[in-house]
């Protein structure tokens, strides 16, 4: 895996923010509940997840108590605010129309596979969750695919002047950010941004 480190101003924050849509890699100590993860590995508050993180899905179902799922290694959960209309309704946690996809909800009783160790977690983020909590997990650091990181330098090629790359692997880089996504194609990466410039008004995620 290559490691990268970029710099970048606040005002391009939001060019990388697909990523979060996509699908980050985290190292997690797995085996615990999703509150657990979120709050006590992620550092965002319990209220920011009572309150702004109304649909979640483990694996692709719903979840409504995230004290009782358990996140295992290799898993992928998906976080978002309320979504519009009855579609958005029916998947909110501990909402009034749950009882509409109990087929498909994740069950609370499900034992884990897997004992409590280290693994890694596919994290998607939408919406508010996105533009509120991926800055903050870009600066930390994530699993990205190069790929994408070439598809942000070839769909925003006005903003990559801005886009400094200022370490590849523990190495100050000769090449600009642009020329050095190319070269990552089809490559994992360890990604963390710098962002340069004042935070916005706090969100209270953590």
Do not use: W
């Amino acid at each position: 895996m290559t490691d990268i480190e970029l710099t970048i101003p606040r005002s391009t924050v939001s060019l990388f923010l697909p990523l979060m849509q996509k699908g980050v890699v985290i190292a997690a100590r797995t085996g615990c509940s999703i509150r657990q993860f979120i709050c006590g590995q992620l550092g965002i508050s319990d209220a920011y997840l009572d309150q702004r993180v109304q649909t979640l899905f483990l694996n692709a179902r719903p979840v409504d108590d995230v004290d009782a799922a358990v996140l295992e290694d290799g898993a992928t959960l998906a976080l978002s605010a309320a979504m519009p209309g009855l579609l958005g309704a029916t998947m909110r946690k501990g909402g009034h129309y749950a009882a509409f996809r109990m087929g498909i909800s994740l069950s609370a009783n499900t034992p884990p596979a897997n004992a409590p160790g280290s693994g890694r977690v596919t994290l998607k983020l939408f919406n508010m969750v996105a533009r509120e909590v991926g800055p903050g997990l870009l600066e930390k650091g994530v699993g990205v695919n190069g790929s994408d990181l070439n598809r942000i330098a070839g769909n925003h090629p006005e903003a990559m002047p801005q886009v400094a790359c200022t370490r590849v692997d523990g190495k100050r880089p000769a090449d600009p950010a642009k020329s050095v996504f190319l070269s990552l194609e089809g490559r994992p990466v360890h990604l963390t941004v710098r962002i340069a410039g004042p935070a916005p008004m706090s969100n209270e995620t953590g």
